[in-house]
């Protein structure tokens, strides 16, 4: 089943809030009722509807490059989308809970993630999953604190 978001509110965090948890689009309420018709057709078909000011939103948060390269993966890489999500995580200090209500997962999955990360970089603990993450993104951006390439 897909989900498009209808909000009343401009506030484009729960648009956000909303493609997190798992909805295919956002629109907020009071456009012309052809449009919301296309996006429900469109979502049907199996494409995302999201509206400008979302868009604008989310290609910002795309081009920001986060101190310490936060969220810089390698284009190849042994770990799934879902996994490095879920070690930047651990990366920005939170816990299996934190990340658990962050990404709208169980706990249980989140520890699951966390054994395949620690397995698939070797490591033999979070906080070393965590250096290996943070010498990863370095050959990326440089050190932690400093600029990027």
């Known amino acids: 089943m897909r989900v498009l978001l209808l909000t009343s509110s401009d506030d484009l965090e729960l648009g956000v809030v909303g493609l997190r948890a798992g ?3 956002h ?7 052809g449009e919301i018709v296309a996006a429900v057709q469109r979502i049907a078909a199996g494409e995302p509807v999201v509206g400008p000011g979302l868009t604008w939103r989310l290609i ?17 890489s042994k770990l799934t989308p879902r996994e490095w999500e879920v070690l930047d995580l651990l990366c920005a200090g939170l816990t299996v809970d934190q990340i658990s209500d962050e990404l709208v997962l169980a706990r ?25 993450a943070n010498g990863i993104r370095a050959t990326f951006v440089g050190p932690p604190g400093g600029g990027g390439r």
């Open 23 to 25: 909805a295919a689009g």
């Open 27 to 33: 629109l907020i309420k009071g456009g012309p009722t």
């Open 60 to 76: 910002d948060s795309v081009r920001a490059l986060p101190a310490g390269g936060l969220g810089v993966r390698p284009v190849r």
């Open 108 to 132: 249980d999955t989140v520890r699951t993630h966390v054994k395949r990360v620690l397995r698939k970089l070797g490591a033999h603990s979070q906080g070393e999953a965590i250096a290996i």
